[in-house]
Nanobody
Framework: QVQLVESGGDLVQPGGSLRLSCSAS????????MAWHRQAPGQERELVAS???????AYADSVKGRFTISGDSVKNIVYLQMNSLKPEDTAVYFC?????????????WGQGTQVTVSS
């Protein structure tokens, strides 16, 4: 089993920055990629950014140029650097890990961290 713990969520003013962290522990093997999702009140959860085990990153159009995903494979931590934050970025941010162990396409999720962008 894998446990994911997110941290770094906070209240920030528009234009500000935050860095979210997702720490993975447990039996970590055969990781395909890690990703950040977010869910605003009354809306569906959406994919924000992902990074493969080889370091390739992808972003939702809404955050391109503002958010950066990165990972530390030694510490098993993935980060989401968020700059130029907007009120529409307000959401609970979740971390997801995709692995092929113990079964193909197995997903683990964290509990989420709240990001609020408001003046």
């Amino acid at each position: 089993q894998v446990q994911l713990v997110e941290s770094g969520g906070d209240l920030v003013q528009p234009g500000g920055s935050l860095r979210l962290s997702c720490s993975a522990s447990g039996i970590i093997t055969d990781i395909k990629y890690m990703a950040w999702h977010r869910q605003a009140p009354g809306q569906e959860r959406e994919l924000v950014a992902s990074i493969t085990s080889g370091g390739s990153a992808a972003y939702a159009d809404s955050v391109k140029g503002r958010f950066t995903i990165s990972g530390d494979s030694v510490k098993n931590i993935v980060y989401l650097q968020m700059n130029s934050l907007k009120p529409e970025d307000t959401a609970v941010y979740f971390c997801r890990l995709r692995t092929d162990w113990p079964r193909p396409r197995t997903d683990y999720w964290g509990q989420g961290t709240q990001v609020t962008v408001s003046s």
